[in-house]
């Protein structure tokens, strides 16, 4: 298990090793690295680089059975195509197996973890980037993939908390066969990482009267329920107290709405005073920002809350800074384009906010040198890790880190808490125990403290008052953009011939028009339901989901996914606006006559065959596969 930090190098370390066997035994493959659809571009790219004598198939697409044929090299796949194409993957003899993020076999019972320990191979790795806790059940799981006549001898642990001395035992198996090194334990020539002591804030009088309505919640219902919820409300008074609005005025489409709309849905009013000014933590983060922007430092802002995410963006439109926000709702597609806008080194995004549950496989943001933790989480790992987003390889300077946190309130408790727990934790720690137990000591103390303060009865009620006011649902504000409607449209030119004479329906997806001849795969009875064939990827075949995003030519029906699409498009170019890329929009001139709205998740661009960014390439490719072979069998 090669379980080393993030941002080590673990995928070059495996590419090495390949190589090495390929060069000193001349072991020529086939070899299978299993990775995640978001990471296998890159899985691709490096062991272009590191293994030049190893051809890299990337098996996928509509043909790829076609790639059956190929006998040597390293096979990337995802594990849904693993799963999809089994018998293939089963048939042959691997010489060496990799899968890469192996928590994702830590279920019980999951196809992957089943069917992983049945394929044949010589030598097998196992590379995680997050910390395996000791729980037996999911070491048994990787254990079986590594060593698979072992596993089928070893009964499944049982389910269920699991004893100390089982605890004990799997940590003893893991440490015989897991490599971990650390970013502190290497001399890698990294940046240090000045890790500020929190920043004590104090909560002016008003907010503090919201407090201690919150607080006094802890009185009246101890149940554990009751206390989660008022844990939560604490939180929420200290990070903003104008979350309880936007929380209290959440609507199912939420997600659909950006941060200013969901605002205005809850009426938050878009001022100084209002934004920033009713929260202490707002003003010093102001500050800071203030700070660090004329310093020429570019930063990442992580919180627990998306309702915070949504105020600090208020403030940064306010103020005036550039920025961008990944959070949970950020499609993938979404995210790796503005990874790669914020990393690069002309970018000019000031800030980047960031959610810090929104996990996500391989995030990199070394474009920072700037990390503020606006609130903590009850997990310290978690905290660990946002830090860790952009003090890794890469960066080039030291990384500052600042954690804001109200004094004397729950902040300053978990701080200290979750603070105290990673420096006692083992670097294996059981997340889920520790984060329980933080919470639980967490819960402690803010009891005693509700017993002990004593407040006058008017102030609480006042504040109480207050605090209701401002969790009020108000009636809607705003009326959803909604998407012009396709009956009214004077029909245009078929979009699959170009003709513009005969009877043309359109296609509810985009709004184009087709002649029933045209109209790729609809028939009398799917009529209702069809889309054209710009809503699925002309190079795999795969209908877009709503997750995903797709990338449709504006001159003909060819769309693509995020992963059939040519590199040449996501190259970055200097712009006025810093860094862009050039080859893809959000728009299209006729947009507005087609009747169809801007939305996040399609992009526009010239498709290869219409002259599109894609074109030059597709020879360059062609003429590098032709020397890579010839290096293959001249060697
Ligand atoms: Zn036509
Ligand atoms: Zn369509
Ligand atoms: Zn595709
Ligand atoms: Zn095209």
């Given at each position: 298990?090669?379980?080393?930090?993030?941002?080590?190098?673990?995928?070059?370390?495996?590419?090495?090793?390949?190589?090495?066997?390929?060069?000193?035994?001349?072991?020529?493959?086939?070899?299978?690295?299993?990775?995640?659809?978001?990471?296998?571009?890159?899985?691709?790219?490096?062991?272009?680089?590191?293994?030049?004598?190893?051809?890299?198939?990337?098996?996928?697409?509509?043909?790829?059975?076609?790639?059956?044929?190929?006998?040597?090299?390293?096979?990337?796949?995802?594990?849904?195509?693993?799963?999809?194409?089994?018998?293939?993957?089963?048939?042959?003899?691997?010489?060496?197996?990799?899968?890469?993020?192996?928590?994702?076999?830590?279920?019980?019972?999951?196809?992957?973890?089943?069917?992983?320990?049945?394929?044949?191979?010589?030598?097998?790795?196992?590379?995680?980037?997050?910390?395996?806790?000791?729980?037996?059940?999911?070491?048994?799981?990787?254990?079986?993939?590594?060593?698979?006549?072992?596993?089928?001898?070893?009964?499944?642990?049982?389910?269920?908390?699991?004893?100390?001395?089982?605890?004990?035992?799997?940590?003893?198996?893991?440490?015989?066969?897991?490599?971990?090194?650390?970013?502190?334990?290497?001399?890698?020539?990294?940046?240090?990482?000045?890790?500020?002591?929190?920043?004590?804030?104090?909560?002016?009088?008003?907010?503090?009267?919201?407090?201690?309505?919150?607080?006094?919640?802890?009185?009246?219902?101890?149940?554990?329920?009751?206390?989660?919820?008022?844990?939560?409300?604490?939180?929420?008074?200290?990070?903003?107290?104008?979350?309880?609005?936007?929380?209290?005025?959440?609507?199912?489409?939420?997600?659909?709405?950006t941060?200013?709309?969901?605002?205005?849905?809850?009426?938050?009013?878009?001022?100084?005073?209002?934004?920033?000014?009713?929260?202490?933590?707002?003003?010093?983060?102001?500050?800071?920002?203030?700070?660090?922007?004329?310093?020429?430092?570019?930063?990442?802002?992580?919180?627990?809350?998306?309702?915070?995410?949504?105020?600090?963006?208020?403030?940064?439109?306010?103020?005036?800074?550039?920025?961008?926000?990944?959070?949970?709702?950020?499609l993938?597609a979404e995210?790796?384009l503005l990874?790669?806008?914020?990393?690069?080194?002309?970018?000019?995004?000031?800030?980047?906010?960031?959610?810090?549950?929104?996990?996500?496989?391989?995030?990199?943001?070394?474009?920072?040198?700037?990390?503020?933790?606006?609130?903590?989480?009850?997990?310290?790992?978690?905290?660990?890790?946002?830090?860790?987003?952009?003090?890794?390889?890469?960066?080039?300077?030291?990384?500052?880190?600042?954690?804001?946190?109200?004094?004397?309130?729950?902040?300053?408790?978990?701080?200290?808490?979750?603070?105290?727990?990673?420096?006692?934790?083992?670097?294996?720690?059981?997340?889920?125990?520790?984060?329980?137990?933080?919470?639980?000591?967490?819960?402690?103390?803010?009891?005693?403290?509700?017993?002990?303060?004593?407040?006058?009865?008017?102030?609480?009620?006042?504040?109480?008052?207050?605090?209701?006011?401002?969790?009020?649902?108000?009636?809607?504000?705003?009326?959803?953009?909604?998407?012009?409607?396709?009956?009214?449209?004077?029909?245009?030119?078929?979009?699959?011939?170009?003709?513009?004479?005969?009877?043309?329906?359109?296609?509810?997806?985009?709004?184009?028009?087709?002649?029933?001849?045209?109209?790729?795969?609809?028939?009398?009875?799917?009529?209702?339901?069809?889309?054209?064939?710009?809503?699925?990827?002309?190079?795999?075949?795969?209908?877009?989901?709503?997750?995903?995003v797709v990338f449709m030519?504006v001159?003909?029906?060819?769309?693509?996914?995020?992963?059939?699409?040519?590199?040449?498009?996501?190259?970055?170019?200097?712009?006025?606006n810093?860094?862009d890329f050039p080859h893809l929009r959000s728009s299209y001139a006729?947009m507005?006559?087609?009747?169809v709205p801007v939305r996040r998740n399609v992009f526009f661009l010239?498709?290869?065959?219409?002259?599109?960014?894609?074109?030059?390439?597709?020879?360059?490719?062609?003429?590098?596969?032709?020397?890579?072979?010839?290096?293959?069998?001249?060697?």
């Amino acid at each position: 298990i090669l379980a080393d930090d993030m941002g080590l190098g673990k995928t070059a370390q495996v590419c090495s090793f390949l190589h090495a066997l390929r060069k000193m035994c001349g072991a020529p493959g086939p070899h299978l690295v299993v990775c995640p659809v978001s990471t296998a571009g890159g899985w691709a790219r490096e062991l272009g680089r590191w293994c030049p004598l190893l051809r890299v198939v990337r098996y996928r697409g509509a043909q790829r059975c076609q790639l059956q044929r190929i006998v040597a090299g390293v096979f990337v796949v995802s594990p849904a195509t693993l799963l999809q194409d089994k018998a293939f993957f089963l048939k042959r003899v691997w010489q060496v197996c990799i899968f890469d993020e192996a928590h994702a076999l830590r279920g019980r019972t999951s196809a992957i973890s089943e069917l992983t320990p049945r394929i044949d191979a010589a030598f097998r790795v196992a590379v995680t980037g997050t910390p395996i806790s000791v729980s037996p059940v999911e070491v048994w799981n990787i254990m079986r993939f590594l060593y698979p006549a072992f596993g089928r001898k070893l009964a499944a642990p049982s389910s269920g908390d699991a004893s100390q001395e089982e605890h004990s035992q799997t940590a003893a198996i893991l440490r015989s066969v897991m490599i971990r090194r650390t970013k502190e334990s290497l001399e890698l020539g990294l940046p240090p990482r000045i890790d500020h002591p929190p920043t004590l804030i104090e909560m002016d009088a008003e907010q503090l009267a919201l407090y201690r309505a919150a607080l006094a919640g802890a009185v009246a219902d101890e149940s554990t329920e009751g206390m989660s919820n008022v844990l939560m409300n604490l939180r929420r008074v200290c990070g903003h107290p104008w979350m309880f609005r936007i929380h209290g005025n959440r609507s199912a489409n939420d997600a659909a709405l950006t941060a200013r709309e969901r605002l205005r849905v809850a009426r938050v009013p878009f001022e100084e005073s209002v934004i920033v000014g009713s929260s202490a933590k707002m003003c010093h983060l102001d500050r800071l920002l203030l700070a660090k922007k004329q310093g020429g430092h570019r930063v990442l802002i992580f919180s627990n809350f998306t309702a915070q995410l949504d105020l600090i963006e208020a403030m940064c439109e306010l103020r005036g800074h550039s920025f961008g926000r990944l959070d949970g709702n950020s499609l993938r597609a979404e995210r790796e384009l503005l990874m790669a806008k914020f990393n690069h080194a002309a970018s000019r995004i000031f800030c980047l906010l960031v959610s810090t549950t929104a996990g996500g496989v391989g995030i990199t943001l070394t474009g920072a040198d700037t990390v503020v933790l606006y609130d903590s989480h009850f997990n310290p790992q978690m905290d660990r890790q946002a830090a860790d987003r952009a003090h890794r390889l890469g960066q080039r300077r030291s990384v500052e880190v600042y954690r804001l946190c109200v004094a004397n309130t729950i902040d300053e408790r978990i701080v200290r808490m979750s603070t105290f727990r990673a420096g006692i934790g083992d670097r294996i720690v059981d997340g889920a125990t520790s984060e329980a137990s933080v919470q639980q000591q967490v819960i402690q103390d803010i009891r005693a403290d509700a017993r002990s303060s004593a407040v006058d009865q008017a102030a609480l009620a006042d504040g109480v008052e207050k605090l209701a006011r401002l969790s009020a649902r108000v009636p809607s504000a705003f009326e959803g953009t909604t998407a012009a409607s396709s009956t009214c449209q004077v029909a245009s030119a078929c979009f699959g011939c170009g003709r513009a004479d005969g009877h043309r329906l359109s296609c509810p997806g985009c709004n184009k028009w087709y002649h029933a001849t045209c109209a790729e795969g609809r028939t009398s009875a799917n009529a209702a339901r069809w889309r054209c064939q710009r809503h699925k990827c002309c190079e795999c075949g795969v209908a877009a989901q709503h997750e995903d995003v797709v990338f449709m030519c504006v001159q003909c029906p060819n769309s693509y996914c995020y992963d059939c699409l040519e590199e040449d498009y996501v190259s970055m170019e200097g712009s006025e606006n810093g860094i862009d890329f050039p080859h893809l929009r959000s728009s299209y001139a006729d947009m507005a006559v087609d009747g169809v709205p801007v939305r996040r998740n399609v992009f526009f661009l010239t498709c290869p065959q219409c002259g599109g960014a894609g074109q030059a390439s597709e020879s360059e490719s062609e003429s590098m596969h032709d020397s890579e072979s010839g290096v293959d069998d001249s060697d």
